[in-house]
């Protein structure tokens, strides 16, 4: 009989969930509003009711674990800490939580390396056995992929590539520390920055696509004026690029690997963002890394998260069972 698994993508609006198979092909899915403002019980009941829905559609057995990919700190014992825009949600032993509901083996990971995991068993990773995850959107997460495997750290918290500082006299991060390079290419700060360097660039094509509402600016907003030509629009994109290159070749130098793999949202700005990326990386990592350094992009694309839960469950749960 073949095994399935069910991959959940945890947002902060939508719970999204697959069954997928061994090969990475996505056979049903569903999704569910995440309600996160009515806590953690909450969350986990909608968790569940997804996931008992899909396994419905499915033969006793057939179900071989569910994977979940959540937002925040997760530590070896599958405890989900502090996840961003999920209110009253401290320490949640979330995999426990669902598997008590559902029945089904489950397990638990932080997004960013989920999406490392999947990329490594699924996706543009297949072909690299040691790689970085870059996930470029609200924020900038990261996995690290060492032999094949995702390196998590004792804690749980390795991979935080969001919070490697490129300034120590930049802006102050979220986290408290001081020019991460997430505080200059997360989507929030991003766009805050766009918004105010147009005053000196009255003409550029982003403000006639929002309306002269800068409240309004997104990535793929800037993405579409850098596709239309606008010179402004795409030297955000060569800037934002080199950040994150700059931030890779330390990356890259630390852990002697030459390999970066970026997706997410922002990542969508294409082969002007990921010129940059390249041409900054081999500019500044050390020279046997440049010589082979690339940064290509995510092949998962807006399947990341299911397929990466999936990739965890198969991962995880053959190593228990074998």
């Keep these: 009989m073949d095994k399935f698994v069910i991959g959940v993508d945890l947002g902060g609006t939508f719970i999204k969930a697959g069954v997928v ?18 806590g953690p019980e909450h969350v986990v009941i909608q968790i569940s009711k997804v996931v008992r829905k899909l396994s419905e559609e499915f033969d006793f057995g057939e179900i071989f674990g569910v994977g979940i990919g959540a937002p925040g700190q997760v530590d ?8 961003p825009n999920f209110p009253g949600w401290e320490v949640v032993y979330l995999a426990q939580e669902v598997q008590r509901e559902t029945n089904i083996k489950t397990v638990v990971d932080n997004d960013a390396n989920v999406a490392a995991i999947g990329e490594a068993k699924f996706g543009a990773g297949r072909e690299h056995p040691n790689f970085i995850m870059v996930t470029l959107g609200t924020g900038i997460g990261g ?25 120590f006299e930049g802006p102050k991060c979220n986290c408290g520390n001081y020019g991460c390079v997430e505080s200059y290419v997360g989507q929030r700060y991003l766009s805050a920055w766009v918004a105010k360097e147009l005053e000196n660039n009255p003409n550029s094509k982003i403000i006639e696509l929002v309306n ?40 890259m130098n630390l852990f002697d690997i030459n ?16 010129d940059a990326m390249n041409q900054t990386v081999k500019s500044r990592a050390l020279k046997p890394i440049a010589e ?27 190593q228990t069972t074998t």
């Design 21 to 38: 198979d061994s090969f990475g092909n996505i056979l049903l899915e569903d999704s569910i509003p995440t309600e996160a403002e009515k």
């Design 76 to 83: 070896p014992a599958g405890a989900v800490k502090y996840p």
């Design 143 to 167: 996995g690290i992929i060492i032999d094949g495997k995702i390196y998590r750290g004792p804690t749980g918290g390795a991979g935080e590539i969001g919070h490697v500082s490129i300034n």
């Design 212 to 251: 002269g509402d800068l409240s309004k600016i997104e990535p793929y907003i800037i993405s579409l004026a850098a596709e239309q030509g606008d010179e402004f629009a795409i030297n955000v994109w060569k800037k934002a690029g080199f950040y994150v290159g700059v931030m890779l070749a330390s990356v």
């Design 259 to 274: 390999v970066a793999i970026v997706g997410g949202g922002v990542a969508k700005a294409g082969k002007v963002l990921f």
């Design 292 to 318: 082979k350094a690339i940064v290509i992009p995510s092949q998962l694309g807006n399947r990341a998260g299911i397929l990466g839960a999936g990739a965890l469950a198969f991962e995880e749960l053959n």
